[in-house]
T-cell receptor, first 113, second 115 residues
Framework: SQQGEEDPQALSIQEGENATMNCSYKTSINNLQWYRQNSGRGLVHLILIRSNEREKHSGRLRVTLDTSKKSSSLLITASRAADTASYFCATDAMTQGAQKLVFGQGTRLTINP | DAGVIQSPRHEVTEMGQEVTLRCKPISGHNSLFWYRQTMMRGLELLIYFNNNVPIDDSGMPEDRFSAKMPNASFSTLKIQPSEPRDSAVYFC?????????????FGPGTRLLVL
């Protein structure tokens, strides 16, 4: 089963609104990373948060991490049409005996103009 | 830096044929990952190399799949024989691992269609 699970699977909002996506995971992690994927393209790294951090900011992005709940959230403020993409969380963790980066199923975000 | 380079970008083949996907990671990165993405299964990690050594291949579907990394600048993923269910987008990614796994840089992917 997937280490990371995103919620919701799909999100549609109006331009200018804030978008929040959540990620839950199962095991202890070294870090958690968020990626964006535009249709037909490779994934692009957005932000990394380490297990000893609780919040990070990068431009219009805000990521929180709650290791006690094994969950993270990605907030995109003042959304733009160009933010339309799929967003994935990925956890750096020991899985099946090996340290690796495992991705969730992603959240499809649509920003309506 | 040109980023992670993958070839071919598109591949259409017939069932039973051998398919070889190629990847050139970012210079200086010591970890290389092969992923497969489908609508049904999402993004799956197939195999992971660290310093050219396969660390975990538990995600490789079956013996028809094999991957090599003969040196730090080149890796291949081979499917022999190919089947229609192998149709997917295959991504190669690389990163610098120093204890933790640093952010991965993804290639543009290879879209594989097996008829």
């Amino acid at each position: 089963s997937q280490q990371g699970e995103e919620d919701p699977q799909a999100l549609s909002i109006q331009e200018g609104e804030n978008a929040t996506m959540n990620c839950s995971y199962k095991t202890s992690i070294n870090n958690l990373q968020w990626y964006r994927q535009n249709s037909g393209r490779g994934l692009v790294h957005l932000i990394l948060i380490r297990s000893n951090e609780r919040e990070k900011h990068s431009g219009r992005l805000r990521v929180t991490l709650d290791t006690s709940k094994k969950s993270s959230s990605l907030l995109i403020t003042a959304s733009r049409a160009a933010d339309t993409a799929s967003y994935f969380c990925a956890t750096d963790a020991m899985t099946q005996g090996a340290q690796k980066l495992v991705f969730g199923q992603g959240t499809r975000l649509t920003i309506n103009p | 830096d040109a980023g992670v380079i993958q070839s071919p970008r598109h591949e259409v083949t017939e069932m039973g044929q051998e398919v070889t996907l190629r990847c050139k990671p970012i210079s200086g990165h010591n970890s290389l990952f092969w992923y497969r993405q489908t609508m049904m299964r999402g993004l799956e990690l197939l195999i992971y190399f660290n310093n050219n050594v396969p660390i975990d291949d538990s995600g490789m579907p079956e013996d028809r799949f094999s991957a090599k990394m003969p040196n730090a600048s080149f890796s291949t993923l081979k499917i022999q024989p190919s089947e229609p269910r192998d149709s997917a987008v295959y991504f190669c990614a690389s990163s610098q691992r120093t204890g933790e796994i640093s952010p991965s840089s993804f290639g543009p992917g290879t879209r594989l269609l097996v008829l």
